[in-house]
């Protein structure tokens, strides 16, 4: 076997181990409302991030950031029968927000992200 021949089969190998890590529980966000870089309207919304796995929803974290930066912690609405949401509602006024969100999978792994979103005015 040549060198390259060995090389190629350990980064195979790395990645093939990197693969199965990751494809084992870890809450990745799959869908949300609002859309990541979505939109809607001015007033009372429902936030939803869906995720691939089970949440422990009493043990994860929503933080709003509004337009003037201020953050604001969400309350989160515990719902066993979505296991996969983590779910809550805030008052939006016009302008530009980002959720940071960290969410604990039922095996014990914190992922975090960012949603971002704009509120606009009411038609
Ligand atoms: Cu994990």
Redesign the pocket.
């Known amino acids: 076997m040549d060198y390259q021949h060995r090389f190629a089969i350990v980064v195979l190998t790395i990645v093939g181990t990197f693969v199965s890590i990751s494809a084992?529980?870890?809450a990745i966000l799959v869908d949300s409302t609002p859309k990541a870089n979505g939109s809607v309207s001015a007033g009372h919304a429902s936030l939803v991030l869906k995720y691939n796995s089970k949440i422990d929803q009493g043990r994860s974290r929503l933080v709003l950031v509004g337009p003037d930066h201020k953050e604001t912690p969400l309350p989160i609405t515990a719902s066993a029968d979505r296991p996969n949401e983590i779910d809550s509602a805030a008052d939006l006024s016009p302008g530009a927000y980002v959720i940071h969100w960290q969410a604990l999978?039922l095996?014990g792994?914190i992922t975090r992200g960012d949603l971002a979103f704009t509120v606009s005015a009411k038609p």
């Open positions: 084992s529980a870890h999978a095996d792994h």
